[in-house]
């Protein structure tokens, strides 16, 4: 399958999510299911891919609004809506990836459980808080899902900071432009 073809499921289109997002899209992906039940807040401004004046808005309006100013023939499926257990398989059906931007350990692992049997390839992130990014690494889980970070900075204790963040979800989105390349 082509870039231009494929869905990709955005599953929080914070500082993880967004920022993969508009880096796919860079990259040719031009298909996209972004889920998210938050509103831009200005302590996202940091690390996520807003503006002032989209604090107060759902992150899934606002992400949109900058991917069409980026491309305006992109087609955008919004879900404002907390992603569950009980809906995740039907948002993200006919998804051929999704991104993990979760904040919480329960709702990513909940993701993993219902995405990886559809058959979808999974990317996520475990480990960003803080500055140090030396420690950010690439790990492979069963073949079809890949995790970055340092799978133990806390964000509650070590808060999430732009660089970090930005920085994995470029390893992110490149994680899986190698992969359409590799399959052409």
């Given at each position: 399958m082509k870039k231009n073809e494929i869905f990709i499921g955005?599953?929080?289109?914070?500082?993880?999510?967004?920022?993969t997002a508009v880096l796919l899209l860079?990259?040719?992906?031009?298909?996209?299911?972004?889920?998210d039940f938050d509103a831009v807040d200005e302590?996202?401004?940091n690390r996520q891919f807003f503006f002032?004046?989209?604090?107060?808005?759902?992150?899934?309006?606002?992400?949109?609004?900058?991917?069409?100013?980026?491309e305006p023939q992109c087609e955008l499926i919004l879900r404002n809506e907390k992603v569950?257990?009980?809906?995740?398989a039907e948002i993200f059906a006919g998804c051929g990836v999704v991104v993990e931007g979760f904040d919480d350990k329960d709702a990513k692992r909940m993701l993993a459980e219902v995405v990886l049997p559809s058959g979808a390839f999974l990317v996520g992130a475990n480990g960003i808080g803080g500055l140090e990014?030396?420690?950010?690494?690439?790990?492979?889980?069963?073949?079809r899902m890949v995790l970055f970070?340092?799978?133990?900075?806390?964000?509650?204790?070590?808060?999430?900071?732009?660089?970090?963040?930005?920085?994995?979800?470029a390893l992110m989105a490149n994680?899986?432009?190698?992969r359409f390349e590799k399959e052409g």
């Open positions: 955005i599953a929080g289109c914070g500082g993880i999510g967004g920022n860079r990259s040719g992906f031009r298909r996209f299911v972004l889920a302590s996202n401004l002032k004046d989209q604090i107060g808005r759902p992150k899934t309006e606002a992400l949109a609004e900058n991917l069409r100013r980026i569950t257990v009980k809906n995740a990014t030396d420690s950010v690494a690439r790990t492979v889980v069963g073949g970070g340092d799978g133990t900075s806390d964000t509650d204790k070590n808060p999430p900071q732009g660089p970090k963040v930005v920085m994995t979800a994680e899986i432009v190698k």
